[in-house]
């Protein structure tokens, strides 16, 4: 059964970065489609970035340009990139691998 593990939130000012990762133990991990969602306080959750298994990229319109989701399948690892940040983007973050494996959450907050 895998487990995904996500690190990488906090507390980043409006216009800074933050790096998430999200490391997954067991599975076939180079085989799977990866993706990072959100879930704000009130709303429901959603889907930031997906990347394949080939390495194609899918982005949340209200992120492109600004994120960028990359994976290191020799690390069992996906990562998101998050550039210009702005406080709509505080969210819990969550890691996914379809359909059903979700990681534990780790918390973006965007503020001054």
């Known amino acids: 059964q895998v487990q995904l593990v996500e690190s990488g939130g906090g507390l980043v000012q409006p216009g800074g970065s933050l790096t998430l990762s999200c490391v997954a133990n067991?599975?076939?991990?180079?085989?799977?489609?990866m993706a990072w969602y959100r879930q704000a306080p009130g709303k429901q959750r959603e889907l930031v970035a997906s990347?394949?298994?080939?390495?194609?990229?899918n982005y949340a319109d209200s992120v492109k340009g600004r994120f960028t989701i990359s994976r290191n399948n020799a690390e069992k690892t996906v990562y998101l990139r998050m550039n210009s940040l702005k406080p709509e983007d505080t969210a819990v973050y969550y890691c996914?691998?379809?359909?059903?494996?979700w990681g534990q959450g780790t918390q973006v907050t965007v503020s001054s």
């Open positions: 067991g599975g076939l991990f180079s085989r799977s489609t």
């Open positions: 996914n691998q379809p359909p059903g494996t």
């Open positions: 990347i394949t298994r080939l390495f194609g990229t």
